[in-house]
């Protein structure tokens, strides 16, 4: 298997070669989304990308264009969508649902049935409490500690974590 970066321009080129897959290696979920758009393929042409030392449980759903990093965690009946990054020795537990483009920072722990709506992005060594909703688009600030559900499309951060600022509504890709 070989491995190599291509700028968008010329991932055109590689339409005419079999066994192409694709992964779009970019922390920022709103960047992710857009390239996806543009580059307009199909689900089964993304690569899952899950390192050897990651742990991921048998009945785990794992989405197209996924990421597992080194020493992950991902317990049973988690739900991983299409383009989630789930970083460096994060422990995702049992029935997270972690919505398309969501990006998981290193060290992070999200309790169970914990759900992170599309494109949220939660910064490194962040707790996320058992039951715990983050909205779509919102940022969770490094280390915090999330007790309660947090709305979309805002920055929320500490320790218990609250809402520190709202920002524009992402054009969210669909
Ligand atoms: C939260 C974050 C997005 C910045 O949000 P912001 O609203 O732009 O915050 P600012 O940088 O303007 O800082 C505003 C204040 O909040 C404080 N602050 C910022 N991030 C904080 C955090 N995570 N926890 C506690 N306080 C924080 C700042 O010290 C500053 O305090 P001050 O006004 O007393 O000086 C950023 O600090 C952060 O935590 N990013 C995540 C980084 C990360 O985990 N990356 C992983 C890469 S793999």
New binding site residues.
Partial sequence: MTFFCAPLSFIKELEHLEQVYYFIAI?NGEIRQDISKRLGLIACQYATIIHPTAFVDNNVILGAGVAVLPHATIHSAAQIRNHVII?SASIIEHKNSLEDFVSI??NTTLCGAVTVERGAFV??GTTVVQGVTIGEGT?I????LVLKNIPSNC?A??SPAKV??YTRERTAVR
């Avoid at 600030?141 to 915090?144: E, F, L, P």
């Fill in positions: 922390g970083n920072s290193p910064g490194a940022t600030g490094a280390g915090s920055i951060y500490g520190m600022r």
